[in-house]
């Protein structure tokens, strides 16, 4: 039950953030790394959580740069995780990101998606 109520919070934290950093486009000024690493931080805790709501916004904070460099590897692992909890959007994702990935790539992939799978199962 606590355990429940902690993901809730953690994933309308990560909303909030991201809804922050919508805001920001929007408003005269560009949004400053700041605003993406702490929209990242916070939805990441939510993605480790659990929530494949919230792993698939990593998946697309990895497949556009946000908040740090772009990596194909790292949002095809986390689209992968999200795309097994039954997330729609991950499901799309992960063909379009396996297109762009080399034979390698790919490999590297798939090692980063168990590593993550397994922390996330030691949790």
Partial sequence: MAGDMMRKFLIITA????LFC???CFSEKEPSPLDYK?????TMRAARSGSPQAQAMVGDMFYNGSGEGKDL????AWYKLAAERGNPSAVEMLPIVASNLSPKDFEKAQEIFSKIKSSLSTN
Avoid: G, N, Q
């Fill in 38 to 42: 702490t929209s990242r931080f916070w």
């Fill in 73 to 76: 590897k790292k949002a095809w």
């Fill in 22 to 24: 919508l805001a920001s």
């Fill in 15 to 18: 909303l909030l953030c991201i």
